[in-house]
């Protein structure tokens, strides 16, 4: 059953939607700002200079939209890449990498590198049913690893997904807390967007005060 806010919500969520695939050049800078303050309402990062982009957040505000209307479905469209390849890990360092060099001193990205390198960056893909830890592929030691055991999840859709996994506010609002989603499952920090062509949600440990 679909909430006043849930419908709120997706009303805002579908406006933004319009905004961001507008092509009309004239007016596109004015859109996008009106676009930036609907996604920042709805709880998400709505910087193009983020690796969560608009696109992503395109992507993202269909699956919830589609999934609002059928609220058991699983979003299984386009296939996902093999999780568990050493091509996907050397994919997802060099995406890190270059966020990590726009953010420039420090930011969300350098987070996720640094915790990837550490072995302690969880990669979950719900619509494939499974998560794993991450590795460096440019460690010694996994020279010769082509791919690793995932570990089984629950088969369900995004919305399902996050709807379970990141906190959110009063307002209806995703938390973030230091520039990242907080997961409530576990209190570690995740990121959901796109990685290559597929969308995938990381979580990694949240830093320990000093």
């Not at 849930?6 to 050049?25: E, F």
Request: hydrophobic share 35%; net charge negative.
């Amino acid at each position: 059953m679909v909430s006043a806010l849930d419908s709120t919500r997706l009303v805002s969520a579908q406006y933004a939607l319009k905004n961001l695939r507008s092509s009309d050049d004239s007016s596109q800078d004015t859109q996008s700002s009106s676009a930036a303050g609907i996604l920042s309402n709805y709880g998400l990062d709505p910087s193009s200079a983020s690796l969560l982009s608009n696109q992503a957040l395109s992507g993202l505000l269909d699956t919830l939209s589609s999934q609002n209307d059928t609220p058991d479905a699983t979003d299984t469209t386009g296939g996902s890449a093999d999780v568990t390849s050493a091509s996907f890990m050397s994919m997802l360092k060099k995406q890190l990498q270059d966020a990590a060099a726009a953010e420039g001193e420090s930011g969300k990205a350098h987070d996720m590198l640094a915790a990837l390198e550490a072995g302690m960056l969880i990669i979950s893909d719900p619509t494939q049913g499974v998560s794993i830890a991450a590795w460096d592929v440019d460690d010694a030691d996994e020279a010769d690893t082509q791919s690793k055991d995932g570990k089984e999840i629950d088969v369900s859709g995004w919305s399902d997904f996050l709807d379970a996994h990141l906190e959110r506010g009063s307002d209806g609002a995703f938390v973030k807390e230091n520039g990242s989603y907080v997961d409530q499952t576990n209190d570690s920090n995740a990121f959901f967007g796109l990685i290559g062509s597929n969308y995938y949600y990381l979580s990694w440990p949240q830093a320990t005060a000093t």
